[in-house]
């Protein structure tokens, strides 16, 4: 069976930077952080000061306010990304396609916000002040879910939750769903709002968040003083869809969507498996499927968290997989910005992926000050730069040994 080619004809955003897409990227590649002392909670009640918030973000914006009180906030993000994504495609969903057109977003922890409330209020007042929209607002696939109504896309609806690895996963799977022909189109990505109580205190428990008290510089990937990663928000949403129905449409195509890799660790809950061997894999598998060689990649979006083992294992992981070319290879971490989205920082890192090869502008590693030895690769410190991108490899890594690799590449007849 032949695939089908498919391509990205929308891009929609909610970040830390800004509340849609081209605020966001203008920050991003003038390296500005969207990091501050978290606004949600006391100061001093965790080890952890500072967190990625979406700021200024009005719901009412975007959809009914009455609707948006049944949605918890990870998912009031996905239906704005999605929303923002739709309009910029430039696609209308009706009878004609509804069908053929599918949702595909993920999330790595879903309604923390909405758990947090209704066990407060059950502990109180009983089972009788549990909302009754409690388990709708709270479940991952719920994202899918509503933009799949708001937006009214009958064909696949799926959600994938694979911790951090999530957006990306799930941008990978509606690929395989277009090439494979059960859809058209798919509205895809990930979302995450988990910077509550529980989620700063397990991931403080865990010693896995940077306890850098300076927002400026709490994310540091790649620097040998980084001591862990800050804790984001946000959405990061793509319209996919064959190159048939883009050209159909008349549509703007941002890049080609070619290859996408997924591997487990089968090693630990937490930990990455040393020298970064299932990220090498996930890698690998994406370079077959998209039929290129290392040698054709020019921009490497890590995962790069601003933790110890990942920023090491990941650059171990780049110079196996790209031999030679890893020293010439542009490598970044978006997340020295924008903190870490975790179920959402593969939808993100997406929308950066196709901006950058559209505007061939490759986003800086910030706050690089005193490089880590042990990684000695090219990481665009501190300042964008200006570059002719053929293709972009994009790595998202997660809790459970998940790790996945996405490629786009510049779009040619």
């Known amino acids: 069976m032949e695939k089908k080619r498919v391509v990205v004809t929308g891009v929609g955003a909610v970040t830390p930077l800004a509340n849609d897409v081209q605020g966001t990227w203008e920050r991003l590649i003038k390296g500005e952080s969207g990091?501050?002392?978290v606004s949600k909670f006391e100061e001093g009640q965790f080890p952890t000061a500072?967190?990625?918030?979406?700021?200024?973000?009005d719901p009412g914006t975007f959809m009914d306010p009455k609707n948006a009180r049944k949605m918890d906030r990870f998912t009031q993000f996905a239906v704005a990304s999605s929303l923002m994504a739709v309009q910029d495609a430039n696609l209308t969903i009706d009878e004609s396609n509804a069908n053929r057109v599918g949702v595909w977003i993920g999330s790595g922890i879903g309604g923390m916000e909405t758990y947090e409330k209704n066990f407060r209020l059950y502990e109180k007042r009983g089972h009788r002040r549990v909302s009754p929209f409690f388990v709708p607002m709270m479940i991952p696939d719920m994202a899918s879910g509503q933009v799949s109504i708001t937006l009214g896309a009958k064909g696949v609806n799926s959600c994938t939750v694979t911790a951090c690895a999530s957006g990306a996963n799930s941008i990978g799977d509606a690929f395989k769903v277009i090439q494979r022909g059960d859809a058209d189109i798919m509205i895809t990505g990930g979302a995450e709002a988990p910077i509550t109580e529980m989620a700063f205190a397990g991931f403080s428990s865990a010693k896995a968040m940077s306890t850098n008290p300076d927002p400026n510089?709490?994310?540091?990937?790649?620097?040998?003083?980084?001591d862990g990663f800050v804790m984001g928000e946000g959405s990061g949403v793509l319209v996919l869809e064959t190159l048939e129905s883009a050209k159909a449409r008349g549509a703007h195509i941002y890049a080609e969507i070619t290859g996408y890799g997924a591997t487990g660790d089968a090693y630990h809950v937490t930990a990455p498996a040393p020298e970064g061997e299932g990220a090498?894999?996930?890698?690998?598998e994406a370079l077959k499927d998209a039929n290129m060689q290392p040698g054709e990649i020019t921009y490497l979006n890590a995962h790069g968290t601003s933790?110890?083992?990942?920023?090491?294992?990941?650059?171990i992981a780049a110079k196996n997989v790209f031999?030679?070319?890893a020293e010439k290879l542009a490598i970044s971490s978006t997340k020295s910005m924008t903190g870490h989205l975790l179920g959402a920082a593969g939808g993100v890192e997406a929308v950066f992926s196709v901006k950058a090869i559209e505007d061939g502008i490759i986003p800086p590693t910030?706050?690089?000050e005193t490089p880590d030895p042990e990684?000695?690769?090219?990481y665009v410190p501190n300042e964008a730069r200006e570059q002719d991108i053929q293709a972009v490899m994009s790595n998202s890594l997660g809790f459970g040994g998940h790790n996945v690799a996405l490629i786009f590449k510049k779009y040619t007849e």
């Open 50 to 57: 500072v967190a990625a918030e979406v700021k200024d973000f």
């Open 35 to 37: 990091i501050s002392k």
């Open 280 to 284: 090498v894999r996930a890698m690998n």
């Open 307 to 315: 933790t110890e083992y990942n920023d090491k294992y990941e650059t």
């Open 323 to 325: 031999g030679d070319h």
């Open 375 to 378: 990684c000695d690769l090219d």
């Open 217 to 226: 510089t709490a994310s540091r990937p790649f620097d040998i003083n980084r």
């Open 366 to 368: 910030i706050n690089i």
